[in-house]
């Protein structure tokens, strides 16, 4: 899960701008309640700008926790699967089932998946089992190349 709550250290709640990139957010919320969801946003956070992150719920979870405050988020090529449509503040979407790996890497981008290749070119040379994102073209959507 993503959580920001809006606590600063320095200057006025509210200020700036979050980015979240390249992640990989699965089945968060099974146990259900208010606090259910991938992301949380608090109404005096700064804006979350999400990009090239693949959040796959299972099929009635939300992307969301209750009350977090959707207004506040933007981005774009971002792959949200299972918990109903993307949000309508983030644009370039994916709505496909990511096609994830079903063996020890879990995580991990089958050939398949719609996720290869469709995020942009994040400047992020090696993915999070070091694998090179350098001269594919455009990232793939999640933490795994």
Not at 45 to 48: A, I, N, Q, R
Not at 115 to 119: F, P, R
């Given at each position: 899960m993503l959580f920001r709550s809006g606590i600063v250290n320095h200057g006025p709640p509210g200020s700036g701008t979050v980015e979240i990139f390249n992640n990989t957010l699965?089945?968060?919320g099974k146990h259900g309640g208010p606090s259910a969801g991938a992301i949380s946003?608090?109404?005096h956070?700064?804006?979350?700008l999400l990009k090239n992150n693949l959040i796959d719920q299972a099929e009635g979870e939300a992307y969301f926790t209750?009350?977090?405050a959707i207004d506040h988020i933007h981005g774009r090529n971002n792959l949200w699967?299972?918990?109903g449509p993307a949000p309508r503040q983030t644009d370039r979407n994916l709505t496909k089932d990511p096609e994830l790996s079903a063996n020890q890497d879990r995580f991990a981008l089958?050939?398949?998946s719609p996720?290869?290749?469709?995020?942009y070119d994040c400047g992020i040379a090696y993915d999070l089992k070091g694998a090179?994102?350098?001269g594919t073209g455009a990232c793939s959507v999640g933490a795994f190349e």
């Open positions: 699965s089945n968060c946003v608090g109404f956070s700064p804006e979350l209750s009350g977090a699967f299972g918990g089958t050939d398949k996720a290869k290749g469709a995020g090179s994102r350098v």
